[in-house]
């Protein structure tokens, strides 16, 4: 059997088929990154609602509001819940529950519960 060797350049097919592995070396590599920036983007999302939700709560604790109200605070829907616990569940008087809920475009981003006592 004879070996012919051939090295008089690089045939069209060997491009075709370098460009075709370099195309998926890339496309996969910007899929793999826009991934990570879009989870980026939900996490500080979901950081800053969450930051948002205790400072209301630590707000609320202070204060003597038993009325429920909702706000805008940027992008964010503010809702707040307060109603008080029955006596027959725990026995203290005045005892209420705070539930805070933050949304965007109508869509529950974080909620967190807390109580307090007014005299």
């Not at 920036?37 to 609320?60: G, R, V, Y």
């Not at 604790?61 to 725990?90: A, C, G, H, Y």
Request: charged letters at 30%.
């Amino acid at each position: 059997m004879k070996y012919i060797k051939n090295n008089k350049g690089v045939t069209l097919i060997e491009i075709i088929l370098t460009i075709t592995i370099f195309s998926l070396y890339f496309v996969s590599l910007f899929a793999f990154i826009s991934y990570f920036i879009t989870l980026s983007k939900d996490s500080d999302e979901k950081m800053e609602a969450n930051n948002l939700a205790i400072d209301i709560i630590e707000k609320e604790r202070l204060s003597d509001n038993k009325e429920d109200f909702s706000i805008m605070v940027d992008e964010f829907k503010v809702e707040v819940n307060i109603k008080e616990i029955p006596k027959d569940v725990i026995n203290l008087n005045n005892l209420y529950q705070i539930v805070v809920k933050i949304k965007k475009d109508n869509i529950l981003v974080h909620e967190i519960e807390s109580i307090k006592i007014i005299d």
